[in-house]
């Protein structure tokens, strides 16, 4: 297992060109499950292959645990790899292709015979060990690959290129459910490319979210959730993602449009201090219903829809579109629909970072 260390590294493709990433310091924690999450070009599979030693970094090391892997070619790692598209040889069956990488260390025949049968058993391949590799659907042989990627004990980290792409949507659930498992298991590193966020908030301990080379936020799942560090992370996680309204402030008082919505007072007076183009973030199922005793704000209802679990309305508030969503019990009349923001579900960001 490898405690993973970015010192100071960034990357351009050519000599004074883009930076692909920019510069970044970072410590992902051994026996960890990191998620690399953002859109396409944002510098996820950069990242990924220079931790890999497919890419050198232009600028910065990467450091295993004491060690410093910067120069060293992907062999000399000590990591697994699983790519977007099965990588494994067709001829061979199940058995001898998750072997292989054991085999090819030197490994005793015993030693590989159990652990070739424990991840077999893990990724569900047990009844398919002696069959050829090529006779098998394309789902089976992407386990097979997984398989070769978690089989050797003595990885630092494995690293996952969008693995699941080629999986039947039915069976991803599952076998995310079953990578959570495995990594539970193993207590490996794990580091995994996605643009899914279902897909990364399932997957991952940490999700690290990247935006144009740049990582915008290190964290869980809920804290992604609960305190998106930059209006990006807000809207990028979530169904739909955060609303966010450009606002003043005044007082302990965020100012949208002619409506008042109270505000934490230190966060009021951090955003205060801070200036900048201001925005009032709160997430859709975090905005609830006024009650009969209460004011609230209104919201003019442009559309409702049945989304199964929830309802989703669109709207206006305070002359900008708003998400809320409602349980399917909520009445909507025909003036609109109140709803109170409680003041612990606003958030307040200054040219797009959190403040406070
Ligand atoms: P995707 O999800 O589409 O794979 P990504 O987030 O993995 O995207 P990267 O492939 O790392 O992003 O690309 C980051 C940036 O670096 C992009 O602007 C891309 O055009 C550029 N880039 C990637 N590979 C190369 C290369 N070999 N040479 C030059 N530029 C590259």
Redesign the pocket.
């Known amino acids: 297992m490898a405690r993973i260390e970015l010192n100071n590294l960034a990357?351009q493709?050519?000599p004074g060109?883009?930076y692909?990433?920019q510069p970044m310091q970072h410590v992902w924690e051994d026996g960890g499950a990191y998620a690399?999450l953002?859109?396409?070009?944002?510098?996820?599979?950069?990242?990924?292959?220079i931790i890999s030693g497919l890419?050198q970094p232009s600028e910065g090391k990467v450091m295993f645990g004491e060690q410093d892997v910067t120069t060293l070619s992907p062999e000399r790692r000590n990591i697994g790899q699983v790519f977007q598209f099965p990588v494994i040889y067709d001829t061979m069956t199940v058995y001898d292709n998750l072997a292989f990488p054991l085999r090819n260390r030197g490994m005793d025949e015993t030693y590989i015979h159990g652990r070739v049968n424990h991840i077999a058993g893990m990724l569900g391949l047990e009844d398919v060990l002696k069959r050829r590799a090529n006779n098998l659907t394309a789902d089976a042989k992407q386990k097979i690959s997984l398989g070769r990627g978690l089989v050797r004990e003595d990885v630092g980290a494995v690293l996952f290129?969008?693995p699941l792409t080629v999986i039947d949507p039915h069976l991803k659930w599952q076998l995310r459910r079953k990578l959570r498992e495995i990594h539970e298991q193993l207590n490996l590193t794990l580091v995994y490319?996605t643009?899914d966020q279902t897909e990364a908030l399932t997957f991952a301990d940490k999700v690290v979210v990247?935006l144009a080379?740049q990582v915008l936020q290190v964290g869980t799942p809920q804290a992604l959730f609960e305190r998106p560090e930059h209006t990006f992370v807000g809207y990028f996680i979530g169904s739909p993602g955060m609303n966010f309204f450009d606002c003043e402030v005044d007082g302990n008082e965020a100012l949208v449009g002619e409506e008042r919505v109270q505000v934490d007072p230190a966060m009021a007076e951090a955003a205060r201090n801070a200036g900048g183009r201001l925005q009032l973030g709160i997430r859709p199922g975090l905005i609830r219903p006024a009650g009969a005793d209460e004011t609230g704000h209104r919201v003019k209802v442009d559309k409702i829809e049945d989304l199964g679990d929830y309802e989703l309305v669109t709207g206006h508030f305070g002359g900008h579109e708003v998400h809320v969503r409602l349980d399917e019990t909520t009445k909507i009349d025909s003036d609109g629909l109140r709803v109170v923001f409680p003041v612990d579900n606003v958030l307040l960001y200054s040219d797009d970072r959190l403040v406070g």
């Open positions: 990357h493709y050519a060109g883009e692909a990433l690399l953002g859109p396409s070009g944002c510098g996820k599979t950069t990242l990924l292959n890419v290129d969008e490319v643009h990247m080379g």
